[in-house]
């Protein structure tokens, strides 16, 4: 049984353990700005729970993703805004 699953973050293909959510294999790939605020400041994860919106993604091209509630997939195409 592999317990890996192969993503890609801003291009760059990563490999993270199975079962984990997209914001914690941003933060293993060390991407700590997962987008910008209106006034250019750097945002990441505050919350961890869905609630913040923080830690918005695009997902396989699906815009404002909140990355922390998305469990990874194989395959997965992950673009952070910042």
Do not use: H
Request: hydrophobic share 35%; with cysteine.
């Amino acid at each position: 049984m592999n317990n890996a699953v192969q993503i890609t973050i801003n291009g760059r293909p990563v490999s993270v353990p199975a079962g984990i959510v997209v914001a914690a294999a941003l933060a293993r790939s060390g991407t700590i700005q997962f987008r910008s605020s209106i006034t250019g400041q750097p945002r990441g994860p505050l919350c961890g729970m869905g609630i913040c919106m923080e830690c918005r993604a695009t997902i396989n091209g699906q815009t404002n993703c909140r990355s922390c509630l998305i469990v990874c997939e194989e395959g997965m195409e992950i673009r952070t805004y910042g």
